[in-house]
């Protein structure tokens, strides 16, 4: 189904994980097409230059503890240039859906009469743990995984998880925005009784040049993500597909 892009009209495309050949087709039609590419310091940067020379392009990107452009200074941007008659990209990393904010762009869009359409993309919680050769489920190990967010420690008041329901799931752990507080979190799964030993794997800039990833157990691999100097973009797999060894 080739979609045209339509004026007024804000399409959030998720960009995959870096790498602009996981940038899927109607994503870089999109951005082809584009009068407007409001993008982020993630994803497929290079992708741009297949924005129109006269295409906008504006960088609201959030560099950790660095300068950002507010959530609402984004979303008055996608609606005024949606307003002046243009046809407005989202680019967003991975999938916008996937601690993206996209449904918060969305509600923004939809509050202020934009119309929005989404192509959805490639999540770095699949595709980074894929090309460290790490598939997030494998008959007879693993039934599921759960993707969580480690931006805040485990106890913090705004934290929504419950660490103790996710050491018994069994199903395989995948941690975005987890390099930070890696310690606090291995330590609290490990409290509530998943095994020291469980395999863990924490792959960076995966999709990249300088894709890297470090094998260890959970209780190690805080450890060794300190010792190697892991910053984000980082990806932490926690469970038995991380022992994988596959050829
Ligand atoms: N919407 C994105 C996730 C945004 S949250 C998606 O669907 O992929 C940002 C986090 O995603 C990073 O802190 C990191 O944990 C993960 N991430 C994104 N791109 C990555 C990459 N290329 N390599 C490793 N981790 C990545």
Do not use: Y
Not at 2 to 9: A, F, H, N, V
Not at 37 to 66: F, M, T, W, Y
Not at 173 to 182: G, I, Q, R
């Amino acid at each position: 189904m080739q979609q045209e892009l339509t004026p007024r009209e804000v399409v959030l495309v998720g960009g995959g994980p870096g790498d602009p050949d996981l940038l899927t087709v109607a994503g870089l039609r999109a951005i082809r097409q584009a009068d407007v590419v409001v993008h982020d310091r993630l994803g497929p940067v290079s992708a741009l230059q297949e924005a129109r020379p006269d295409a906008e392009l504006i960088n609201v990107g959030k560099i950790p503890r660095g300068a950002f452009t507010p959530q609402e200074e984004i979303n008055a941007i996608l609606i005024d240039r949606a307003r002046s008659g243009l046809r407005v990209v989202r680019l967003k990393g991975g999938d916008n859906f996937v601690f993206g904010r996209g449904g918060e762009e969305w509600q923004a869009c939809a509050e202020a009469g934009v119309a929005v359409r989404v192509i959805p993309g490639v999540t770095s919680a699949v595709a980074v743990p894929a090309l460290a050769g790490i598939p997030v489920t494998h008959r007879s190990l693993s039934q599921g995984f759960t993707v969580v967010s480690g931006h805040v420690p485990p106890g913090d008041p705004s934290s929504q998880l419950d660490w103790k329901a996710l050491a018994a799931t069994s199903t395989t752990l995948v941690l975005l925005m987890a390099v930070k507080f890696l310690p606090e979190i291995t330590a609290a799964l490990v409290d509530a009784g998943l095994p020291a030993t469980t395999p863990a794997a924490i792959v960076a800039d995966g999709s990249t040049t300088q894709q890297q990833s470090w094998s260890a157990t959970v209780a190690d691999i805080a450890d060794v993500a300190e010792a190697n100097a892991v910053r984000p973009p980082a990806i932490v797999v926690i469970g038995q597909v991380a022992a994988l060894d596959l050829p």
